[in-house]
């Protein structure tokens, strides 16, 4: 797995950079919890719990319960912590749990497309016709195929392909390590975080090869999920012992602030997240 203490890409700074991406103020990815029963590994995070009372405990959100390959996995990691790297405000992607988080979401139904329509065609989407096989002309509709340089371009609301993002996810964790490969001869993780960034650039400039959808597409979704998953609610599994709200100062989901409206100084909250109301 990549080494959290990277030094942080050049350019703009992580608060920067979100203030600029709008990207906190949509929704986050959610999804249910699944069941302790379908693990891979469980592992002793030696951290705080979510709840930040300071006990050691098993992490149960640290399991890894949709990649069946530990290399696919820890592709992903280096991949978050690029993205998201460990830095003077605090943790990075690895660090806060985003790998399991985006792992737990993709065996959930924002993984399976489970709320979406999923049918072809899918216009000026080469790589998505490709997956389609869609080379014949559909009667009343000009199309000139997958492979014509004219095929229609329409606006389309729609996630373009019929890969699941869970398929997708494989197909592009993959492909990365192959980029990095062909490019420099070694695994994705094991390069340096200088050239990890060219491969990933690559992907965002849509100029590496994916099959079933463009890797501008597969890029741009696992920053959505990488963000998602270090801003969300400890009980989606990101967010570790809630580092990513207290590097924004953000209290955590609060019924109300009542006790809070009369002082006149600024109140620094302790976090809080779902769980807090639980009792557990």
Do not use: C
Not at 180 to 199: C, S, V, Y
Request: glycine share 10%; no cysteine; charged share 30%.
């Amino acid at each position: 797995m990549a080494d959290s203490k990277q030094p942080e890409k050049k350019g703009m700074d992580r608060r920067d950079f979100l203030k600029s991406s709008g990207l906190l103020a949509g929704g986050l990815l959610g999804g249910g919890l699944l069941g302790s029963l379908i693990t891979n590994e469980v592992k002793d995070s030696g951290q705080k719990g979510d709840s930040g009372k300071g006990k050691d405990t098993v992490n149960l959100n640290d399991t890894r319960i949709f990649f069946s390959r530990q290399e696919d996995f820890d592709i992903l990691a280096a991949a978050t912590e690029r993205i998201f790297p460990e830095d003077s405000n605090g943790p990075g992607a690895i660090g806060l749990g985003v790998p399991y988080f985006i792992d737990r979401q993709l065996i959930g139904e924002w993984g399976m497309n489970t709320n979406e329509y999923m049918k072809a065609p899918f216009y000026n989407i080469k790589q998505a016709n490709e997956y389609e096989d869609m080379s014949k002309t559909s009667e009343g509709r000009d199309e000139q195929g997958p492979n014509s340089e004219t095929l229609i371009s329409l606006p389309s609301p729609r996630y373009q392909t019929r890969m699941t993002r869970a398929e997708m996810f494989v197909v592009g964790v993959r492909a990365i390590d192959h980029a990095a490969r062909q490019k420099f001869d070694a695994g994705f993780k094991d390069l340096e975080p200088e050239q990890q960034d060219e491969i990933l650039t690559m992907f965002e400039n849509d100029e590496a090869e994916m099959t079933g959808v463009s890797s501008a597409t597969f890029f741009n979704t696992l920053v959505q999920a990488t963000i998602e998953g270090a801003y969300s609610d400890p009980v989606y599994g990101g967010n570790r012992n809630m580092d990513g709200w207290r590097m924004l100062e953000y209290p955590g989901p609060r019924a109300t602030y009542a006790d809070q409206i009369e002082p006149d100084e600024f109140i620094v909250l302790e976090p809080k997240n779902l769980r807090d109301y639980h009792g557990h």
